[in-house]
């Protein structure tokens, strides 16, 4: 079993900035790469930041300059640092684990954008 916790969500106004985490554990034998992803009321879940284990970290157009993906492997952790947050980047933030053993996600920490 894998377990992946995360933190860090919460209310903040625009312009502001949240980090979250996202810290795995259980049975971890390789781990590809990490992620978040989110999902809004009513949309799809969309993705937002991936980590490979070489490092690499890759962010879609919506959020690049502003959201910056890191990891620290010793700790099995994976961060999102988000800056300059909009009202439409409100949503349900879910971390992401790609193993050489499945897929897992993570619960899901609420991120609300609003003055």
């Known amino acids: 079993q894998v377990q992946l916790v995360e933190s860090g969500g919460g209310l903040v106004q625009p312009g502001g900035s949240l980090r979250l985490s996202c810290a795995a554990s259980?049975?971890?034998?390789?781990?590809?790469?990490m992620g978040w992803y989110r999902q809004a009321p009513g949309k799809q879940r969309e993705w937002v930041a991936t980590?490979?284990?070489?490092?690499?970290?890759t962010v879609p157009g919506s959020v690049k300059g502003r959201f910056t993906i890191s990891r620290d492997g010793a700790k099995n952790t994976v961060y999102l640092q988000m800056n300059s947050l909009k009202p439409e980047d409100t949503a349900v933030y879910y971390c992401?684990?790609?193993?050489?053993?499945?897929?897992?996600w993570g619960q899901g920490t609420q991120v609300t954008v609003s003055s």
């Open positions: 992401h684990l790609n193993l050489l053993n499945g897929d897992y």
């Open positions: 259980g049975s971890i034998f390789r781990i590809f790469a």
């Open positions: 980590i490979t284990s070489d490092g690499t970290a």
